[in-house]
């Protein structure tokens, strides 16, 4: 049983910048995607960015160059560095698991691939 747990969200003015913190714990599998995803009030929640056991990253291209997804070994934490914030990055952002390797990132139903999930951490980005 993985759990994770969010932290580092708050609000923010456009153009400015966050870390989000994601710390994992209880997991054994060697083979192990750990991502993030956002959900704002009445959309569907999105994948933005993911870390796949072998190292390679993928984002979502409404994010890319300007979010960076990282992860720790060592302290078992997964980061989402987010640079450049708009308006439209407003969201909850929820840290997520899957005990095998990333699906692609076009996956039309992604969120549901993912097993484990933690509570979400509300990022607000204002004019």
């Known amino acids: 049983q993985v759990h994770l747990e969010e932290s580092g969200g708050g609000s923010v003015q456009a153009g400015g910048s966050l870390r989000l913190s994601c710390a994992v714990s209880?997991?054994?599998?060697?083979?192990?995607?750990m991502a993030w995803f956002r959900q704002a009030p009445g959309k569907e929640r999105e994948g933005v960015a993911n870390?796949?056991?072998?190292?390679?990253?993928n984002y979502a291209e409404s994010v890319k160059g300007r979010f960076t997804i990282s992860k720790d070994n060592a302290e078992n934490t997964l980061y989402l560095q987010m640079n450049s914030l708009k308006r439209e990055d407003t969201a909850m952002y929820y840290c997520?698991?899957?005990?095998?390797?990333?699906?692609?990132?076009?996956?039309?139903?992604?969120?549901?691939?993912?097993?484990?999930w933690g509570q979400g951490t509300q990022v607000t980005v204002s004019a």
């Open positions: 209880r997991y054994t599998s060697t083979s192990i995607c």
């Open positions: 870390f796949d056991s072998d190292g390679r990253t």
């Open positions: 997520a698991a899957l005990t095998m390797s990333c699906p692609p990132m076009s996956d039309p139903r992604l969120y549901i691939r993912f097993g484990y």
